[in-house]
């Protein structure tokens, strides 16, 4: 049976609106699809069109996506469409697709070497490294030196995500400290505690004071990190942004060789995400760049994912087509 004759046949079963989603494949292109209205199929048999539509080799096409488990479904549903070519196509997730680009351009961070990407284990290493150097009132109690280590990450992921620098970070809390401080609301004026610190004054500086400790460790983290030429896995998307923000030869490289370029769950992205395809082809009139996603399986705010970051495609490329799919083949 011929790929062909697969990819035809499967064609001829979409819907209307799917057919506009697979045909229209230039130019910037946004899609909402809810649940069960064929995300995958839709992204696959684009990818096929392209292929069959232009002189592009599978090589040119850049499909980015979250997981490990959603690049090898795309793969899968490539190669029954299209055999043996699906394996030229680049299918990644943000994250690797990022350490390969900082593998290749690390000089434009000022790196003598590529960075090594930490596992897990080497970041709790570091983490563990950073409570001892230092005293901490807050984030080191007696007996559970570790107690606050996931909460610290996801705290430090999101920072990175929205890309929130330590240093920006420390001294927002430095503001916010000396406001409340020197704040005459925050005095009492009647009663046994005239001229004292409210109660409710002094909380929020103690709670100010622990996050305070928390910006200093993510501070002093960073730093750790700089010193052994190690990225943590948030690191990434930062550095893959960093090095299009000071590389014109970068960003041609990559403009170059990815001449279609795909975006699975945008809904999932974070502004970091978002400002890579801005940094490198927001200033390219009409992008070959589709996004699909479902508005309504934001979950707002995790991991950095919001729905103006959902919703800002339309504001970087404000004449892009928006196709909505509502048939849900899965009920």
């Known amino acids: 049976m011929k790929k062909e004759g697969v990819f035809e046949r499967e064609y001829e079963k979409?819907?209307?609106?799917?057919k506009k989603a697979v045909d229209t494949i230039n130019g910037p292109v946004m899609v909402v699809a809810g649940p069960g209205t064929g995300k995958t199929q839709i992204l696959a048999m684009r990818i096929g069109n392209i292929l069959r539509?232009?002189?592009?080799?599978?090589?040119?096409?850049?499909?980015l996506t979250f997981t490990n488990s959603a690049v090898e479904a795309m793969k899968d549903r490539l190669r029954g469409y299209l055999g043996g070519a699906a394996d030229d196509v680049n299918i990644f997730t943000f994250h690797s697709f990022g350490m390969k680009v900082i593998e290749e351009h690390y000089s434009v961070l000022g790196l003598a070497a590529a960075p090594k990407l930490l596992d897990e284990i080497d970041t709790i290493s570091i983490f563990d490294e950073v409570l001892e150097k230092s005293s901490?009132?807050?984030?080191?109690?007696?007996?559970?030196?570790s107690r606050y280590f996931k909460d610290m990450r996801s705290i430090f992921s999101l920072l990175k995500r929205e890309r929130i620098i330590s240093e920006y970070f420390l001294s927002k809390i430095e503001e916010d400290l000396e406001f409340v401080k020197n704040d005459p609301e925050n005095i009492s004026t009647r009663g046994e505690s005239k001229g004292e610190m409210k109660k409710e004054a002094q909380n929020k500086i103690e709670s100010l004071e622990r996050t305070r400790e928390v910006a200093k460790f993510f501070e002093l983290y960073e730093d750790t990190k700089k010193l052994k030429n190690v990225f943590d896995y948030d690191d990434v998307l930062e550095n893959l942004v960093k090095i299009m923000e000071k590389s014109k030869n970068a960003v041609a490289d990559v403009r170059e060789r990815y001449l279609f370029v795909l975006v699975d769950e945008h809904q999932d992205s974070s502004r970091v995400q978002n400002e890579f395809l801005k940094t490198v082809w927001?200033?390219?009139?009409?992008?070959?760049?589709?996004?699909?996603?479902?508005?309504?399986?934001?979950i707002y705010?995790?991991?950095?994912?919001?729905i103006d970051h959902f919703k800002g495609f339309n504001k970087t490329w404000k004449n892009a087509k928006l196709i909505t799919l509502v048939d849900n083949y899965r009920s």
């Open 53 to 63: 539509k232009t002189d592009i080799k599978g090589d040119g096409i850049l499909c």
């Open 14 to 18: 979409l819907n209307t609106e799917q």
């Open 136 to 145: 901490w009132q807050y984030l080191k109690p007696r007996g559970e030196h």
């Open 301 to 306: 705010g995790f991991s950095g994912a919001s």
């Open 282 to 298: 927001g200033k390219v009139e009409q992008p070959d760049i589709f996004v699909v996603g479902d508005d309504r399986q934001l």
